[in-house]
T-cell receptor, first 112, second 116 residues
Framework: RKEVEQDPGPFNVPEGATVAFNCTYS??????FFWYRQDCRKEPKLLMS???SGNEDGRFTAQLNRASQYISLLIRDSKLSDSATYLC?????????????FGTGTRLLVSP | EPEVTQTPSHQVTQMGQEVILRCVPI?????FYWYRQILGQKVEFLVS????????KSEIFDDQFSVERPDGSNFTLKIRSTKLEDSAMYFC??????????????FGQGTRLTVV
């Protein structure tokens, strides 16, 4: 089983749509979870950390289900500028907190 | 806004040559990392560095690779005897604390290494 698994997409949605991405991770001891965004041929940039209670940042909502080892990202009212690849990222607890494990990413295309 | 800077942005080298990729982390950060991304694939961890020594490395980071912090600002990745499969985007990153909870890893723009 891959350490971090995501549907690669692409997800094609119209502007204004709501879209959700899912991610599963294999290491049950993992402690820290993130969503990063990566534009084509650019560096990853932190979108948001994911907390056990779930958290929201504007149009973005992240949720964590530790029992199912499942992370989600919900984007409401999609904008053209949201077109990017969304990376699910986990810091496995047993690595001394010095390593991020990336999923392959889910590509989002928002069209007019 | 402080940023991680990497040079060069693109490096072309012949197979078997040595390359040095350079990074200037954010000035008050203490933890440094190298990641790589082969075209079309996921971002992969190579190495983390703290207090002037490697704190963790992946299976990819074998004897062909080395890192150094030669002065107070630069952090370099050296790849000896490059192979075609070393062609990738190499990202340097830094953080002010270990990567837990709220701590963000800031990534540089990357160096695209092409081995021919």
């Amino acid at each position: 089983r891959k350490e971090v698994e995501q549907d690669p997409g692409p997800f094609n949605v119209p502007e204004g749509a709501t879209v959700a991405f899912n991610c599963t991770y294999s290491n049950s001891a993992s402690q820290s979870f993130f969503w990063y965004r990566q534009d084509c041929r650019k560096e990853p940039k932190l979108l948001m950390s994911v907390y056990s209670s779930g958290n929201e940042d504007g149009r973005f909502t992240a949720q964590l289900n530790r029992a199912s080892q499942y992370i989600s990202l919900l984007i409401r009212d999609s904008k053209l500028s949201d077109s990017a690849t969304y990376l699910c990222v986990v810091n496995p607890e047993n690595t001394g907190f010095q390593k991020l494990v990336f999923g392959t990413g889910t590509r989002l295309l928002v069209s007019p | 806004e402080p940023e991680v800077t990497q040079t060069p942005s693109h490096q072309v080298t012949q197979m078997g040559q040595e390359v040095i990729l350079r990074c200037v982390p954010i000035s008050n950060h203490l933890y440094f990392y190298w990641y790589r991304q082969i075209l079309g694939q996921k971002v992969e961890f190579l190495v983390s560095f703290y207090n002037n020594e490697i704190s963790e490395k992946s299976e990819i980071f074998d004897d062909q690779f080395s890192v150094e912090r030669p002065d107070g600002s630069n952090f370099t990745l050296k790849i000896r005897s490059t192979k075609l499969e070393d062609s990738a985007m190499y990202f340097c990153a830094s953080s002010e604390a270990p990567l837990t909870g709220n701590t963000e890893a800031f990534f540089g723009q990357g160096t695209r290494l092409t081995v021919v």
